[in-house]
């Protein structure tokens, strides 16, 4: 299982968010680049970087991203406001992965399923992660803004079947909350063949990290506990060695 820290971005600062809720942030540095050094020399396996002004339509942090791919060594996969092709394909020059959500959605509803296989074709499956964020099983998409109702299991069985097999998976209602993570939404997903998943959100403790551990995602993503001090990445990766 890897272990993967969580840098997200907002006019610049790393942040973290309350339930998704930009009204609700906690500035914790106005220098990624250092905090992207500090993950890495801890043992990360990868960061995962979440520009959350793209993600809601005010703004990028593209160019700090540019900054911490070039002083790290450290995959990158980046989240956030990725909802064109052209967009996936310019971050995709310098990060190793693209995460993307609203504009899978759009086009799975919309059954234009020629541009999804095309998304493989041009990237790979590897390097395209699907983001099934949820609120109480229903996907949400534009910055968890918007509930389709639209069930998590049933749409993450479909992107199995288009060929895409990596996946981001978020209970908005548990991230950054502290209040544990969602095992068995996370439990369900990791049933699916063909389905590299990695868990996100709710992660209090050391011993959350070892609960998720046992359902064998891809990897777990550690935010706000991270930055609190309450998990580091040096126990995690003692647990994921056991």
């Known amino acids: 299982m890897k272990i993967i820290p969580a840098i997200d971005l907002m006019d610049g600062n790393v942040v973290r968010l309350y339930k998704g809720d930009p009204k609700n942030k906690t500035?914790?540095?106005?220098?990624?680049?250092?905090?992207?050094?500090?993950w890495e020399s801890s043992g990360a396996d990868m960061i995962h970087i979440v520009d959350l002004d793209a993600t809601l339509g005010r703004g990028e942090n593209i160019k700090i991203i540019e900054d911490i791919s070039k002083n790290i060594?450290?995959?990158?996969?980046?989240?956030g406001g990725l909802r064109s092709e052209e967009k996936i394909?310019?971050?995709?020059?310098?990060?190793?992965?693209?995460?993307?959500?609203?504009?899978?959605?759009?086009?799975?509803?919309?059954?234009?399923?020629n541009i999804l296989n095309d998304f493989?074709?041009?990237?790979?499956?590897e390097r395209i992660v699907i983001s099934i964020d949820h609120i109480d099983g229903k996907i949400v998409?534009?910055?968890w803004q918007n509930n389709t109702g639209v069930d998590l299991y049933e749409a993450t069985n479909e992107f199995v079947k288009y060929g895409f097999t990596e996946f981001l998976t978020t209970n908005v209602s548990k991230d950054g909350t502290l209040q544990g993570p969602d095992l068995e939404s996370l439990k369900k997903i990791c049933q699916i063949n063909n389905c590299n998943v990695i868990a996100s959100g709710g992660i209090s403790k050391i011993e959350d990290v070892s609960e998720v551990k046992k359902i064998n995602?891809?990897?777990?993503?550690?935010?706000?506990?991270?930055y609190e001090g309450?998990?580091?990445?040096?126990?995690?990766?003692?647990?994921?060695a056991n």
């Open 230 to 240: 309450l998990v580091s990445i040096e126990g995690a990766k003692k647990i994921d």
């Open 89 to 113: 394909s310019q971050v995709l020059d310098f990060t190793s992965r693209a995460v993307i959500g609203t504009i899978a959605m759009q086009l799975k509803e919309s059954e234009q399923e």
């Open 141 to 143: 998409t534009h910055g």
């Open 27 to 38: 500035i914790y540095s106005d220098n990624p680049v250092e905090i992207a050094k500090k």
């Open 217 to 226: 995602p891809f990897g777990v993503i550690l935010g706000k506990a991270l």
């Open 120 to 125: 493989i074709k041009s990237f790979g499956n």
């Open 73 to 79: 060594s450290t995959p990158i996969q980046i989240a």
